[in-house]
């Protein structure tokens, strides 16, 4: 929360002083159930573990942060022009969009260096989609 005091701490000082130790309580649970709805969204992080050999010989854990969103997914989103919220659909019609854009058979009357170009961007296309079907279970 962006104050200094939860309403869970705020709304049980107040039922302490109204009705003792139930309204305490009560307060208590009314304030925790507004915190949680009114909760601004976290980012949550995962550990990766790796193993370490210490003095004894035996291994010890590395913990290392890592954030929870994968970065190449958001790239992933980022390249295909569309929103993380994008159903299915969506995602294939904007992979299709860009396929046809960028297929090197469309640009092949343009020189060498614009199907170069357009098979980097339908090989990133691609990548992109398989991506996000991987990531959503596809």
């Given at each position: 929360m962006g104050c200094l005091i939860?309403?869970?701490?705020?709304?049980?000082?107040?039922?302490?002083?109204?009705?003792?130790?139930?309204?305490?309580?009560?307060?208590?649970?009314?304030?925790?159930?507004?915190d949680s709805m009114y909760r601004r969204p976290t980012i949550h992080f995962t550990f990766q573990h790796g193993h370490n050999d210490d003095f004894s010989g035996y291994q010890k854990e590395e913990r290392k942060w890592q954030p929870y969103v994968d970065v190449t997914l958001q790239e992933a989103y980022r390249t295909?022009?569309?929103?993380?919220?994008?159903?299915?659909?969506?995602?294939?019609?904007?992979?299709?969009?860009?396929?046809?854009?960028?297929?090197?058979?469309?640009?092949?009357?343009?020189?060498?260096a614009a199907r170069e170009e357009a098979e980097k961007k339908f090989r990133e296309a691609t990548e992109a989609r398989d991506t996000i079907f991987r990531a959503r279970g596809l």
């Amino acid at each position: 929360m962006g104050c200094l005091i939860s309403y869970k701490w705020l709304f049980g000082l107040i039922g302490l002083y109204v009705g003792g130790g139930r309204g305490f309580i009560l307060g208590f649970l009314l304030g925790w159930l507004l915190d949680s709805m009114y909760r601004r969204p976290t980012i949550h992080f995962t550990f990766q573990h790796g193993h370490n050999d210490d003095f004894s010989g035996y291994q010890k854990e590395e913990r290392k942060w890592q954030p929870y969103v994968d970065v190449t997914l958001q790239e992933a989103y980022r390249t295909l022009g569309i929103r993380e919220t994008a159903t299915d659909d969506e995602v294939r019609q904007a992979y299709r969009q860009m396929a046809l854009r960028y297929h090197p058979d469309r640009v092949s009357t343009q020189g060498e260096a614009a199907r170069e170009e357009a098979e980097k961007k339908f090989r990133e296309a691609t990548e992109a989609r398989d991506t996000i079907f991987r990531a959503r279970g596809l």
